[in-house]
């Protein structure tokens, strides 16, 4: 919860709240791809950049160190699901080879994207709360 209370920060030129130490539900804040420490600010400046600082608590971001973690479970945690229905779909419908083709890989695609901005985050999150990287601590 933030307080009433904040700072116009001029290095950034915007408002700058003073947060408390606040509970975070990682999972949550993974999923809402939001900040870490506060749960609030934006962890994302574009689909895969990390923000350089949260624009609630000012917290340094960029230090991240997520790597290709989030692709590798996305891709086995994906692949793994198509896999089934693909041969689910092909145990009981029997379609040819081109119907496969048609509509798992566009699905593999969309899926992989989609799962890949919470998955990230959900590592950065996770990096945060137990201190795995040098997040800035003074803010």
């Not at 290095?11 to 993974?30: I, P, Q, S, W």
């Not at 945690?77 to 419908?93: F, K, P």
């Not at 566009?106 to 990230?120: D, E, Q, S, T, V």
């Amino acid at each position: 919860m933030l307080t009433a209370l904040g700072s116009f920060d001029w290095r950034f030129g915007e408002y700058m709240a003073e947060t408390r130490n606040v509970r975070v539900c990682a999972l949550r804040a993974g999923f809402l791809c939001r900040c870490p420490k506060c749960g609030r600010g934006r962890l994302y400046s574009g689909y895969p950049q990390v923000a350089e600082h949260c624009n609630v608590c000012s917290l340094e971001l960029r230090q991240h160190d997520a790597s290709d973690g989030p692709a590798v479970f996305v891709v086995l945690i994906v692949g793994a699901a198509i896999v089934a229905l693909a041969m689910w779909v092909e145990l009981a419908y029997q379609p040819p080879y081109w119907v496969h083709l048609v509509i798992w890989a566009p699905m593999i695609f969309c899926a992989c994207l989609a799962a890949l901005r919470p998955a990230k985050a959900i590592l950065v999150v996770l990096q945060y709360k137990h201190k795995v990287l040098d997040f800035d601590q003074s803010s």
